[in-house]
């Protein structure tokens, strides 16, 4: 009898689109980004060179001042954020709002906001993840929602977006592990944790060294007891929750880490000492992976945190408002309007068919007019 060998849900993972083609190390991240940043700069110059006339505009394309890859980060960024805010308002659920983001980075990774402006992406991408996630809603009731938005303009970015996508649309978020992790806790709190190879006895034992488990700062008053521990489990659970909702999905998380790195990176920046005891717990004393994997999570964790802390809305602002001046000046002339240029290609798209069309009908009336003339009559079928 022939073994047959069950797949991990690390396997299941690395077989995913969103590992194999949406997962880098921070220097390919970079990297990705500064070669998109270079190809949009030149594109815009020749764009420019092309709008000019033979004098000084023709010439004064080379010297246009372009968005450096910081600048093109903070104002996707911002519209991110933005993207988050109208899924607020349209009360679609959290996977929806993370999916639109995380379809906006993925689009800027080889698409640069000089080319396509960001407020233009936004609601196709909050739209069309509404559709991937099973979130129904109208495109009319959906375009209703947003001022001086139409139901053209809304959805006339979406082939370019699912380019940009490379046609996978499958992401995959931290937030059910996170809800897994909870429950594992708190079963572990009861001293009812029945994890890899447990037993009663140890189930107990785990909940005794929870109990033991030095409490950070803000937990300190927290009592040393099962109601205690179960306390500081859900003020843990509710900071990484809130981190895995707003830094974690604006940031470059996703990218970087997997799904189960993420809610473990935000819970151990919520409690560091209880998540490390969890992975503890989990791998097992005898696990050489242990501090590798704890070394890992540090990072995320501090990746999720320097994502929080921020600037100022004031000071953003301000800082947003002269990229904004800046791009109106280097903006491709060629993409600016996308709502025309999708009309354009429905319209190439349309005569083009016509003409298949026509010469379709044309060799089906020359096939019966031969048929009509042969003396044995049509061919037999």
């Known amino acids: ?32 980004r500064a070669t998109t940043n270079s190809l949009a700069s030149h594109h815009v110059r020749e764009a420019l060179r092309r709008a000019g006339s033979n004098g000084d505009d023709a010439e004064s ?26 899924a607020d308002f349209c009360e679609f659920p959290t996977n929806i709002k993370a999916t639109a983001v995380q379809y906006l980075k993925r689009f800027y990774l080889s698409n640069s906001p000089m080319t396509y402006h960001p407020k233009q992406m936004m609601p196709c991408a909050l739209f069309f993840a509404t559709k991937t996630d099973n979130n129904y809603i109208s495109l009319k009731s959906f375009a209703s929602k947003l001022p001086k938005a139409t139901e053209e303009s809304v959805i006339a970015p979406e082939y370019l977006l ?11 978020h931290p937030h059910r592990g996170l809800e897994g992790g909870f429950m594992e806790l708190q079963a572990m709190a009861m001293g ?13 034992e785990v909940q005794e060294k929870m109990m033991k488990v030095e409490s950070p700062a803000r937990d300190r008053a927290v ?40 809610w473990l990176g935000a819970f151990m920046a919520a409690d560091e000492s209880l998540c490390a005891f969890y ?4 791998l097992g004393a005898s696990s050489d992976i242990g501090d590798q994997v704890i070394e890992t999570l540090h ?14 809305d004031a000071e953003e602002k301000e800082e947003l408002k002269l990229i904004d001046k800046k791009l109106y000046k280097c903006r491709n002339p060629e993409k600016s309007d996308i709502t025309t240029l999708n009309q354009a290609e ?36």
């Not at 060998?5 to 970079?30: H, P």
């Not at 009812?192 to 107990?204: M, T, V």
């Open 1 to 32: 009898m022939t073994d047959r060998k069950s797949l991990s849900e690390d396997d299941i993972y690395r077989a995913s689109t969103q590992y194999r083609l949406w997962s880098f190390t921070a220097d390919s991240l970079a990297e990705f």
């Open 192 to 204: 009812r944790y029945q994890g890899p190879s447990s037993s009663p006895e140890k189930a107990a």
């Open 299 to 312: 990072a995320c964790a501090a990746l999720l945190i320097e994502g929080a802390s921020g600037k100022s």
């Open 223 to 262: 009592e040393k007891s099962m109601s205690g521990i179960q306390k500081r489990i859900q003020n843990a659970h509710q900071r990484a929750s809130s981190l895995l909702k707003t830094t974690a999905i604006l940031g470059d998380a996703y990218f970087l880490y997997t799904p189960s790195q993420i």
């Open 162 to 172: 699912t380019q940009g996508l490379r046609f996978t649309f499958d992401v995959r």
């Open 346 to 381: 429905k319209r190439t798209g349309d005569k083009g068919a016509m003409e298949e069309e026509k010469v379709v009908k044309k060799r089906k009336l020359e096939i019966e007019q031969r048929e009509a003339e042969d003396p044995f009559g049509p061919t037999l079928t």
């Open 61 to 86: 394309a080379n010297g246009v001042d372009c968005l450096t890859v910081e600048e093109e980060l903070k104002l996707v960024r911002f519209y991110c954020d933005r993207a988050m805010k109208l």
């Open 279 to 282: 992975v503890q717990a989990v």
